[in-house]
């Protein structure tokens, strides 16, 4: 079963415009990351928040962390083409014992130049 | 340093037949994981390798298996191929420990099954 869940599926926007993703998730968590994924290629690591973290910064990149909402948003500012890509949220379930990094559907981004 | 390497890029077969899939993980990492990226299904988690050893499984039947070798290198095998196993299959690496934090993915092996 997914963990996290991105919202929305799908975004466009145009270049130089803010773009908004959110994750949210069901359990506990020791940390929540950010990976993006260029078309039907592999995932690129964009950041790692920790669960007593609320807020980390990385270029471009804002993400938030609301444990209590369990839940977790991904800015980018200023878009450019170049950010058209899917985006991914995973977490570890807090206690698990045992290695599992589950990842959500993702967000699509269509950035237009 | 090279990154992760997956090969093959691409490997069409056909139902009832095996497939294998080979993965390289950066130099000085000894965790290897294998995931599935079926289409509209995101990132399905298949198999964790460390230090040889089988750590953990998703939920994916037994014809899914596969191995770590002494170099950490590890390869997948799919048996008995079903339609429904066409997807995109990501190897990803991390030094000991998955705990440690990011992972670091190959460019997959894209797989359709006939």
């Known amino acids: 079963s997914q963990q996290g869940e991105e919202d929305p599926q799908a975004l466009s926007i145009q270049e130089g415009e803010n773009a908004t993703m959110n994750c949210s998730y069901k359990?506990?968590?020791?940390?929540l990351q950010w990976y993006r994924q260029n078309s039907g290629r592999g995932l690129v690591h964009l950041i790692l928040?920790?669960?007593?973290?609320r807020e980390k910064h990385s270029g471009r990149l804002r993400v938030t962390l609301d444990t209590s909402k369990k839940s977790s948003s991904l800015l980018i500012t200023a878009s450019r083409a170049a950010d058209t890509a899917s985006y991914f949220c995973a977490t570890d379930a807090a206690g698990a014992g045992s290695y599992q990094l589950t990842f959500g559907k993702g967000t699509k981004l269509s950035v237009i130049p | 340093e090279a990154g992760v390497t997956q090969s093959p890029t691409h490997l069409i077969k056909t139902r009832g037949q095996q497939a294998t899939l080979r993965c390289s993980p950066i130099?000085?990492?000894?965790?290897v994981y294998w995931y599935q990226q079926a289409l509209g299904l995101g990132l399905q988690f298949l198999l964790w390798?460390?230090?040889?050893?089988e750590r953990n499984r998703g939920n994916f039947p037994p014809r899914f298996s596969g191995r770590q070798f002494p170099n950490y290198s590890s390869e997948l095998n799919v048996n008995a191929l079903e339609l429904e196993d066409s997807a995109l299959y990501l190897c990803a690496s991390s030094r000991r420990g998955w705990g440690t934090g990011e992972l670091f993915f190959g460019e997959g092996s894209r797989l359709t099954v006939l």
């Open positions: 130099s000085g990492h000894t965790s």
């Open positions: 359990t506990s968590i020791n940390n």
């Open positions: 928040i920790r669960s007593n973290e």
């Open positions: 390798y460390d230090e040889g050893e």
